[in-house]
């Protein structure tokens, strides 16, 4: 009986150790998140497979930065950079950051009313509505404690895009083939900025936000002796152990979150580009031209995905800039406060939400906008990534958890390697207006 009631514990205490990372990952594979990767898979066919595997390490190590510095100081990251940089750099930086999110999540209303518009017919932008209320009205009047088991539970509509490999058939050799094979310079214009837009979409700065965000929230939550202290803690092995959990779990939500877009991208490269169906607008159509390709159980299966991971992309996306703008102007945040104690933290996260809502209604594509959303993300990942190393190297911020030599290098890989993008990029698009 005794082994059976440790067999049972085993699997809810490793279950208990996921929490912001895993959820940060999956909400990276957002119904915008699907459309650019879609994009990828169909115009360049395996051709892109590459950079979700090489973005892994590196999406791994910039996520654990910002996870250490929420951990360790008990703040957000726009309190941390308010605290130590220029307002300029501050106000600046979450200003790109709100106003991407507010595209991405327009973006993201948009291709879940399509989907469902696509299974069961009616109006998409009644449903977009819909999602967007029940959004909004959850973060704010659902505490967090139970809030993120909802998020948690969420994360499983991405195995709904493992499945459809099941139902392809895959050339394995040629995948492996072709997946790490990059075309001879000088490099086409559309093939940088879909890399550009992959990289953004992938290592994303509203990521950076929420994690460190909600490892802010879980520290709040936790007793006094399971917390890390804010500042000069020490590394004692309570410490360490929390510092392994944040490991843990950031290794296997961005794992699941690569392993996810890995599998969007080949099956669009697997049917779209091979019946040369190579331009999509979004994830919805991504879907749609799944349909007489794949079968009804592959469309099924992609349109169920896209409502399931708005659902959790978009809390992410609205929450992320109520903690950023939270943290720039000194408001009390809190998912776990009642509304009126953080009137202005939660006035964000619905402004964002129902700004996204009436977006969809605006005379612009949201689709366009959010391609160039996710190459801005590129963009601004840049600085941001800097001053968050920065941050995690500083021991008066940090005390003796400053960021290892390790964890420090393999950060600043990354962000020379966005940096590197971002400009082959612009060099590319002067190219082509210039041609």
């Known amino acids: 009986m005794m082994e059976a009631e440790s067999a049972a514990a085993r699997p809810a205490k490793w279950w208990g150790k996921l929490g912001p990372g895993l959820i940060t990952g999956a909400a990276d594979d957002d119904p915008s998140g699907i459309a650019t990767y879609s ?6 066919g395996f051709g892109m497979l590459w ?8 999406m791994v190590a910039i996520q654990m930065v910002s996870a250490r510095i929420g951990r360790v100081t008990g703040h957000g990251l726009a309190t941390n950079i308010r605290r130590h940089y220029p307002a300029w750099m501050l106000y600046s930086v979450v200003g790109m950051l709100v106003l991407a999110n507010v595209v991405n999540i327009a973006a993201d209303l948009a291709a879940m009313g399509e989907a469902v518009t696509l299974i069961a017919g009616g109006p998409p932008h009644l449903y977009a509505v819909l999602f967007a209320l029940i959004s909004g009205l959850l ?4 505490p967090y404690n139970r809030y993120v088991r909802v998020l948690k539970w969420l994360t499983m509509a991405l195995l709904a895009y493992v499945a459809t490999l099941f139902i392809v058939r895959i050339p394995w050799l040629q995948v492996a083939r072709l997946g790490f094979s990059l075309p001879g310079l000088p490099w086409p214009a559309a093939f940088v900025t879909t890399m550009v837009a992959v990289f953004g979409t992938t290592i994303s700065p509203y990521l950076f936000f929420w994690q460190a965000s909600q490892e802010v929230e879980d520290l709040r939550a936790a007793p006094p002796a399971a917390s890390l202290s804010p500042l000069g803690a020490r590394a004692d092995a309570d410490a360490k152990a929390a510092l392994a959990r944040i490991k843990t779990d950031t290794l296997i939500g961005m794992g699941f979150s690569n392993l996810v877009a890995f599998c969007i991208m080949l099956t669009t490269a697997l ?6 169906i190579t331009d999509i607008d979004s994830s919805a159509q991504a879907a749609q031209a799944l349909r007489p390709i794949a079968g009804e159980s592959a469309f099924l299966l992609f349109s169920m995905g896209i409502v399931g991971t708005g659902l959790l992309a978009i809390p992410v ?3 992320s800039a109520g903690y950023a703008m939270a943290g720039a102007f000194k408001w009390p945040n809190s ?3 009642k509304p009126l104690a953080d009137r202005a933290f939660y006035l964000v996260i619905l402004v964002a939400t129902l700004g996204g809502m009436l977006l969809i209604f605006a ?3 949201p689709v366009k906008a959010l391609y160039w959303s996710a190459v801005v993300n590129g963009v601004i990942s840049v600085p941001i990534m800097a001053v968050m190393l920065l941050l995690g190297a500083r021991r008066d911020v940090m005390g003796e958890l400053a960021i290892s030599r390790r964890l ?3 950060g600043w890989l990354c962000t020379a390697v966005m940096a590197l993008a971002v400009a082959a990029m612009l060099y590319t698009q002067l190219l082509a207006s210039a041609a």
């Open 39 to 44: 994009q990828a898979g169909a115009q360049f």
């Open 51 to 58: 950079t979700l595997v090489f973005t892994y390490p590196l």
């Open 139 to 142: 973060q704010v009047f659902l």
């Open 271 to 276: 049917t779209l580009h091979v019946h040369g």
């Open 317 to 319: 996306l609205a929450g």
């Open 335 to 337: 998912l776990e406060a």
């Open 363 to 365: 005379p612009i594509d």
């Open 408 to 410: 420090k290098a393999t």
